[in-house]
């Protein structure tokens, strides 16, 4: 394997881990070596979108242990997403143990420590139950996946320019943009296929009721760190609750930063030094402009601002294991 040269894409690895749920309960994991399931043509994750995922990462340490990234975190998200649209998730601990089992069955395909590579995991639960009403299943799959990964951006920790796409919102306030479910990333195709197009690596939404206040980017939040040294990120019901977003406050406060989460105008983007789009797969990308109708806002010389750096290297550093993990976000193996 070339560690080196990873992007962010699927590569055939040993196998996944695989659980089914069907009269009221999980079967114990098992290992899943096809990368291809039966299912029936009527379930309801191919009709009606009963389908939900997570994604975390795991890190080869600088000890030579092996750790996952708030993996407990995940599983809350996927019960709160499954929750929204009807579906039973695994508990906390079975998530974890499913994961943990990905992670021991495909320790050849974890990227060695200091490729800055690592092991992405996307578990995923779908509703299997063959169902022509629009009627929530009753028997599910979980199956996390994993692949070797490199930075989500070929550029790497490098500025993008990011586009407000008019015409498109990605979710409504009531709707289910707090929840990572598959249909949320079918509606933001297009916009994002048309922003590419324009020359914009990626896009920025407003909120769908006034499209007045910033809401997230297409796969990660939105943060902004202002001349005064503030973190700010948007207080808003139509976006994910992002794990990275939350550890990069924490680790913001820690380095005596003042952190807000508040409903930010998009007229007051001008007043960031500083923009960033945070995620698990990319950490922090860097946003050198935003451009919203014939309005294009600039964030600092074009390179990736003090602030942000910090907190990306700040992060990357207890992932690794290269700092002690003083908020025990690590799950060792
Ligand atoms: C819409 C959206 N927002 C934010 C995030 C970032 O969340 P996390 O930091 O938990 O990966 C993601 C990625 O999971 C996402 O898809």
Redesign the pocket.
């Known amino acids: 394997m070339d560690w080196q040269h990873l992007d962010f894409s699927f590569r055939p690895t040993a196998g996944s881990i695989r659980m089914d749920y069907a009269g009221g309960q999980w079967s114990a994991p098992e290992v899943l070596r096809d990368t291809t399931i039966p299912l029936h043509i009527g379930a309801q994750a191919l009709h009606y979108g009963q389908a939900c995922f997570e994604?975390l990462k795991a890190f080869s340490l600088q000890d030579g242990g092996v750790g996952l990234f708030r993996p407990e975190m995940n599983a809350r998200r996927m019960l709160h997403s499954a929750e929204r649209i009807c579906m039973v998730a695994p508990p906390e601990a079975l998530f974890v143990e499913a994961c943990r089992r990905a992670v021991e069955l495909n320790l050849a395909y974890l990227p060695p420590y200091g490729t800055g590579a690592s092991l992405y995991l996307r578990p995923l639960l779908i509703g299997t139950e063959p169902m022509l009403p629009v009627m929530p299943a009753s028997t599910f799959t979980f199956i996390v996946m994993v692949s070797p990964v490199g930075p989500y951006y070929k550029n790497g920790f490098s500025p993008v320019d990011a586009l407000i796409m008019e015409g498109y919102d990605r979710a409504a306030p009531r709707g289910t943009g707090q929840s990572?479910v598959a249909g949320?990333y079918a509606a933001s195709l297009k916009s994002t296929l048309e922003a590419k197009a324009r020359g914009f690596p990626i896009n920025l939404y407003l909120d769908a009721r006034e499209g007045k206040y910033i809401d997230?980017?297409?796969?990660?939040?939105f943060i902004g760190i202002t001349g005064d040294q503030r973190y700010l990120t948007p207080d808003s019901p139509s976006?994910?609750p992002?794990?990275?977003?939350d550890a990069l406050r924490q680790l913001a406060a820690d380095s005596g930063l003042s952190v807000s989460r508040e409903p930010i105008p998009v007229s007051r983007l001008e007043q960031f030094v500083e923009v960033g789009a945070?995620?698990?797969?990319a950490i922090i990308t860097p946003i050198a402009s935003v451009t919203h109708g014939d309005k294009k806002v600039t964030f600092g010389d074009g390179r990736p601002g003090p602030v942000l750096t910090r907190l990306y290297h700040d992060l990357q550093a207890i992932q690794f294991g290269e700092v002690a993990d003083r908020h025990a976000w690590i799950t060792r193996l």
């Open positions: 994604g990572k949320n997230e980017f297409g796969t990660s939040n976006i994910l992002s794990i990275t977003n945070c995620g698990t797969a």
